[in-house]
């Protein structure tokens, strides 16, 4: 991929450690990138926390109660999952969390500090990070096998943005989604 992505494309997330930049990704999960466009734009993630941020796994928020049971006033969605021969979670990557039931993603988000294969095909993926993966990283770690944060850092703001360059996955610290069909598939 190269070039520039389109702004409607483009979700800019402000974080206390710097901006992240993220693409996101319509034709894999059309439902979830409208859900985070709608609530990004309403403000809905502003100040909202990082509740659940495991170290060498993910950072987890979306979620205004900070418990990771709260969500929007919008109903829940029906999974999009992608098969792993066209979309797997690496670093990076953006995917929406749920309970148990597939059909449960409604706000909250995760991002990926590392691949995580167990992960292909079971959870909806809508976004990668293309810049500000060092932003990202310095995400502050919870505490405990469910990573919960004490005083955990906070999304500043998280909007649809201007379109920013694109770099290539393998320049990139964020290696993100591979979104091409595999030519073994």
């Given at each position: 991929?190269?070039?520039?992505?389109?702004?409607?494309?483009?979700?800019?997330?402000?974080?206390?450690?710097?901006?992240?930049?993220?693409?996101?990704?319509?034709?894999?999960?059309?439902?979830?990138?409208?859900?985070?466009?709608?609530?990004?734009?309403?403000?809905?993630?502003?100040?909202?926390?990082?509740?659940?941020?495991?170290?060498?796994?993910?950072?987890?928020?979306?979620?205004?109660?900070?418990?990771?049971?709260?969500?929007?006033?919008?109903?829940?969605?029906?999974?999009?999952?992608?098969?792993?021969?066209?979309?797997?979670?690496?670093?990076?990557?953006?995917?929406?969390a749920r309970t148990n039931n597939p059909n449960s993603a409604n706000s909250q988000f995760f991002i990926m500090f590392a691949p995580a294969p167990s992960l292909d095909g079971q959870y909806t993926i809508w976004g990668r990070v293309v810049d500000g993966m060092d932003a990202v990283d310095k995400i502050k770690r919870g505490q405990g096998p469910n990573g919960l944060a004490r005083e955990p850092d906070r999304i500043k703001s998280m909007r649809v943005g201007t379109a920013a360059p694109a770099t290539s996955p393998a320049a990139s610290p964020a290696e993100g989604v591979d979104s091409t069909p595999a030519a073994d598939a």
């Open positions: 991929m190269s070039g520039t992505i389109a702004p409607e494309n483009t979700l800019l997330l402000d974080l206390p450690s710097g901006l992240v930049t993220i693409e996101l990704l319509p034709e894999l999960a059309p439902q979830h990138v409208d859900r985070i466009k709608a609530l990004a734009e309403a403000g809905f993630y502003d100040n909202t926390p990082f509740h659940r941020v495991i170290e060498g796994f993910m950072a987890q928020g979306g979620d205004p109660t900070g418990t990771g049971t709260g969500g929007s006033e919008h109903p829940d969605l029906p999974a999009e999952f992608s098969p792993p021969a066209k979309a797997k979670f690496l670093r990076g990557t953006c995917g929406m």
